[in-house]
């Protein structure tokens, strides 16, 4: 059994920040890429961040500069620290960890999703 749990979404004024984090746990064998994706209401998911196992980052363009992906590969946790946010940025953060379990094949695993409401 595999969990991937967020944490730290919320309400937040326009200007602020936000730190997310996501845990994976339970029989894990490895774990290659880490990343987010978000969905506003009405919207489809769109790519937010990804970082893999050696630190590699990849980012959605209009995100650049606000947005840093981090990784804790001892916890099996990434971080999303969110600067200078916009009402824009309002939405479900979702995470996922591409990962192995022992004995099986990779697998992308999804979190629940956390609320961040960015209000003007």
């Known amino acids: 059994q595999v969990q991937v749990v967020e944490s730290g979404g919320g309400l937040v004024q326009a200007g602020g920040s936000l730190r997310l984090s996501c845990a994976a746990s339970g029989s894990i064998a490895s774990i290659n890429t880490m990343g987010w994706y978000r969905q506003a209401p009405g919207k489809q998911r769109e790519l937010v961040a990804t970082i893999t196992s050696d630190g590699t980052t990849n980012y959605a363009d209009s995100l650049k500069g606000r947005f840093t992906i981090s990784r804790d590969n001892a916890k099996n946790t990434v971080y999303l620290q969110m600067n200078t946010l916009k009402p824009e940025d309002t939405a479900v953060y979702y995470c996922?960890?591409?990962?192995?379990?022992?004995?099986?094949?990779?697998?992308?695993?999804w979190g629940q999703g956390t609320q961040v409401t960015v209000s003007s």
């Open positions: 996922y960890a591409n990962l192995r379990r022992l004995g099986a094949t990779w697998y992308n695993y």
